[in-house]
């Protein structure tokens, strides 16, 4: 994570990342309509691991879906925080199609069960 991200995303794509994911509130100028591939719902504040997920942040998915299709939108709704065996259904079911699961996997006895 870096401040003013925005001055920086051509070098990181120029670098070969396929995937750059920018918080809106660190870019007061970052364009929201049809340059996003995917947005980035947190369900944790940032900043370490093994929080836990913050369950009144699921409505947020299900804006964010409503939003994407309005606009008709091609856009991958990501969701970071908390994802574990508990905790992933409701995002999925809320909208999310990619999980960011960090302590449900390195924090697992069987890292390639948790990953399964």
């Given at each position: 994570?870096?401040?003013n991200p925005?001055?920086?995303?051509?070098?990181?794509?120029?670098?070969?990342?396929?995937?750059?994911?920018?918080?809106?509130?660190?870019?007061?100028?970052?364009?929201?309509?049809?340059?996003?591939?995917?947005?980035?719902?947190?369900?944790?504040?940032?900043?370490?691991?093994?929080?836990?997920?913050?369950?009144?942040?699921?409505?947020?998915?299900?804006?964010?879906?409503?939003?994407?299709?309005?606009?008709?939108?091609?856009?991958?709704?990501?969701?970071?925080?908390?994802?574990?065996?508990?905790?992933?259904?409701?995002?999925?079911?809320?909208?999310?199609?990619?999980?960011?699961?960090?302590?449900?996997?390195?924090?697992?006895?069987?890292?390639?069960?948790?990953?399964?």
């Amino acid at each position: 994570m870096i401040e003013n991200p925005d001055i920086n995303i051509s070098d990181f794509a120029l670098a070969g990342a396929d995937i750059i994911s920018v918080l809106a509130e660190t870019c007061p100028h970052l364009h929201l309509t049809d340059e996003v591939d995917i947005a980035l719902i947190m369900k944790v504040k940032p900043g370490f691991g093994g929080q836990s997920f913050i369950e009144n942040m699921i409505p947020k998915i299900d804006q964010l879906v409503k939003l994407i299709d309005e606009c008709r939108l091609l856009v991958e709704i990501e969701v970071d925080g908390g994802i574990n065996l508990q905790t992933f259904q409701a995002c999925v079911e809320a909208g999310a199609n990619v999980l960011v699961a960090g302590s449900a996997i390195y924090n697992a006895d069987n890292r390639i069960s948790a990953i399964e």
